[in-house]
C-alpha cells in the first residue's frame, strides 16, 4: 500500500528555470514532510522539511508547499542548477507511527539541461 | 567521522549464504533506522530502534532478517540464508530521536545475491 506517491518518474528542466516536483499522500494522520536527494551510489542528502502546522517553508532555492486538504506537497527549485540533477524523494512521517518512521514515494528523476 | 557510516560498501555472496551489514550512527543520535531500496523501487522501511530496544520491526520482510543494535551506537543487520530477492541497496539512517528532526543517511550497502 503506497501511502506517498510521485506520479512523475522524470522532469527535465533548462538550467535557470523553476524545478516542480510534486508528491501525493493518503495517511491523514501524517504530520511531517521531507525532501531528500539522492546522487548515484549515495545515501539520500536532507534537503528541506515541512511541519503540518505550516503551509510553507523556503530554504535558499528550495521551498516546500503543503496543502493539508488536497493531501499534496510540491518542492520548487528556483533558479535550477545543472548540480540539481538528481533523484529527489518525497517523505512523510506521523507522530503517532513509530516516531520518525518515514515512508517514502518512487522518486523523480530530475535533469537539468544547460 | 561526522556522518552516518555503513559497511561495507558492497557485498556479493552466493545464495543462501548468511551476510551482516553495518551502521555506525552521527555520534548522539539515539534513533537508528534500517531502510531498503530494491531496483527501481522507492526506499522501504526495515526497522526502527531507540536507544537498543527496536519498538518497530515490522517491515523485515521475513525471520531471516534480523537486527541488533549495542551500547546505543553501532548496529548490524543480518540476513540468514540469503535469497536473490534480498539483493537490494540496505539504508541506515539515523536522528535525534526528536520528532520533526530529519534523519541523515549513510551510502548504503549495495547487495548482490548470486
Known amino acids: 500500500d503506497q501511502q506517498v506517491k510521485q506520479n512523475s518518474p522524470s522532469l527535465s528542466v533548462q538550467e535557470g528555470r523553476i524545478s516542480i516536483l510534486n508528491c501525493d499522500y493518503t495517511n491523514s494522520m501524517f504530520d511531517y514532510f521531507l525532501w531528500y536527494k539522492k546522487y548515484p551510489a549515495e545515501g539520500p542528502t536532507f534537503l528541506i522539511s515541512i511541519s503540518s502546522i505550516k503551509d510553507k517553508n523556503e530554504d535558499g532555492r528550495f521551498t516546500v508547499f503543503l496543502n493539508k486538504s488536497a493531501k499534496h506537497l510540491s518542492l520548487h527549485i528556483v533558479p535550477s542548477q545543472p548540480g540539481d540533477s538528481a533523484v529527489y524523494f518525497c517523505?512523510?512521517?506521523?507522530?503517532?507511527?513509530?516516531?520518525?518512521?518515514?515512508?517514502f514515494g518512487a522518486g523523480t528523476q530530475v535533469v537539468v539541461t544547460p | 567521522g561526522a556522518g552516518v557510516s555503513q559497511s561495507p560498501s558492497n557485498k556479493v555472496t552466493e545464495k543462501g549464504k548468511d551476510v551482516e551489514l553495518r551502521c555506525d550512527p552521527i555520534s548522539g543520535h539515539t534513533a537508528l533506522y534500517w531502510y531498503r531500496q530494491s531496483l527501481g523501487q522507492g526506499l522501504e522501511f526495515l526497522i526502527y530502534f531507540q536507544g537498543n530496544s527496536a519498538p518497530d520491526k515490522s517491515g523485515l520482510p521475513s525471520d531471516r532478517f534480523s537486527a541488533e543494535r549495542t551500547g546505543g551506537s553501532v548496529s548490524t543487520l543480518t540476513i540468514q540464508r540469503t535469497q536473490q530477492e534480498d539483493s537490494a541497496v540496505y539504508l541506515c539512517?539515523?536522528?535525534?530521536?526528536?520528532?520533526?528532526?530529519?534523519?541523515?543517511f549513510g551510502d548504503g550497502t549495495r547487495l548482490s545475491i548470486l
Open positions: 539512517a539515523s536522528s535525534t530521536g526528536q520528532f520533526n528532526q530529519p534523519q541523515h
Open positions: 517523505a512523510a512521517s506521523a507522530r503517532t507511527d513509530s516516531w520518525g518512521k518515514l515512508q
